[in-house]
């Protein structure tokens, strides 16, 4: 059996981040406990886009605040 993979679904993180976050990455990255350049490379596409500790902030940012987390987050 294959094992799924899960991605970051950037554009749709992006938008989120315009929205609630006034485009500001790095609080943004802070509200979900990670790294701040690395989330910035991750949000340019200059990184991998299915690191965990991304993905699971932003998980847990989803559940705090009534939001569907399949909406940022691909399942393949």
């Known amino acids: 059996m294959k094992e799924a ?4 679904n950037v554009d749709a993180v992006n938008e989120l981040i ?3 976050f006034r485009n500001n ?3 943004f990255a ?3 406990g990670v790294n701040g350049s690395y ?3 991750v949000l340019n596409k200059k990184e991998i886009d299915h690191s965990p500790k ?5 998980v ?3 559940k705090k605040n009534e939001l569907n987390p ?3 987050i691909f399942l393949e």
Do not use: A, P
Not at 5 to 8: I, N, Y
Not at 54 to 58: A, P, Y
């Open 18 to 20: 315009k929205d609630k």
């Open 60 to 62: 847990d940012f989803c």
């Open 70 to 72: 399949s909406k940022y």
């Open 5 to 8: 993979k899960v991605r970051l």
């Open 25 to 27: 990455k790095s609080w």
């Open 39 to 41: 989330l910035i490379q």
């Open 54 to 58: 991304i993905i699971n902030g932003v």
């Open 30 to 32: 802070e509200e979900i």
